[in-house]
């Protein structure tokens, strides 16, 4: 145990998801052993040093390097500590609920939204359309990275792992509820529109099952490019 670290905390007073300072004893395939200044090294396991597809363990930390780590979990009878180098989850997917409102730091701003770190696994994305009410040109015009802001949970996609927010204001979001329109368009019928498909064919246009396609295709490219941005966020 180095001196600095010497008696700077009691291994019953950690806590899961305290950050504390330690210095990399030992090297080893599965990780790292560091000295956090409580009487005995913990460890920091390879599946925790956040970073992406790490093979060795002398790729990312050295010995005598000073960390910055997180306590994963205290196992106090066994005298066993497990550390990470990445903050730990603050939000669990469980607890998240569409309408829930929470608070967070915005961490990436891209053409069509931004992207809010609320201590969740990962960070919620803002589409443009929901930074706040009327036309939005580019959200840089409205939000800063490092703004802290309240946003509401629109969707949950666990399978996906990601989170749809907006920053609407309650005014903003019940200004258009409980209108009615004056002039109520009457539904047409099966016969109507197939007579419609039929005439927009005719004039070369495309019928409805097309424009479907082509909305169902681009509403995919943006899944993908916003899944491809939270996970290079992650890295």
């Not at 004893?25 to 409580?38: P, Q, Y």
């Not at 390097?65 to 997180?70: G, K, N, S």
């Not at 306590?71 to 989850?89: E, F, N």
């Not at 891209?110 to 992207?115: A, D, H, R, T």
Request: glycine fraction near 8%.
């Amino acid at each position: 145990m180095s001196e600095e670290n010497a008696s700077v905390v009691s291994l019953d007073s950690l806590k899961t998801g305290d950050q504390v300072k330690g210095s990399v004893k030992r090297l080893e395939l599965f990780g790292a052993f560091v000295d956090i200044g409580v009487g005995r090294d913990a460890l920091l396991h390879i599946s925790q040093l956040n970073r992406p597809n790490v093979r060795n363990v002398e790729d990312v930390l050295k010995v005598g390097e000073t960390l910055d780590v997180y306590i994963l979990k205290v196992d106090a009878s066994a005298g066993r500590i497990a550390l990470s180098m990445a903050r730990p989850v603050e939000v669990d997917w469980n607890e998240l609920r569409e309408g829930a409102m929470v608070q967070g730091k915005i961490v990436r701003i891209e053409n069509y939204g931004v992207f809010v770190d609320f201590g969740g696994e990962r960070p919620g994305m803002v589409h443009v359309s929901e930074l706040t009410n009327g036309f939005v040109r580019s959200p840089s015009d409205v939000v800063s990275i490092g703004d802290e802001v309240e946003a509401r949970v629109l969707k949950v996609n666990r399978g996906k792992r990601q989170i749809d927010l907006s920053m609407k204001t309650a005014e903003d979001v019940g200004s258009f509820e409980g209108l009615e329109d004056e002039d109520e368009e009457e539904i047409p019928t099966a016969m109507e529109l197939a007579l419609r498909r039929a005439m927009n064919r005719t004039e070369g246009g495309e019928d409805t099952s097309q424009r479907a396609g082509k909305r169902e295709k681009r509403r995919r490219l943006q899944e993908e490019i916003i899944s491809r941005t939270l996970r290079d966020h992650q890295t």
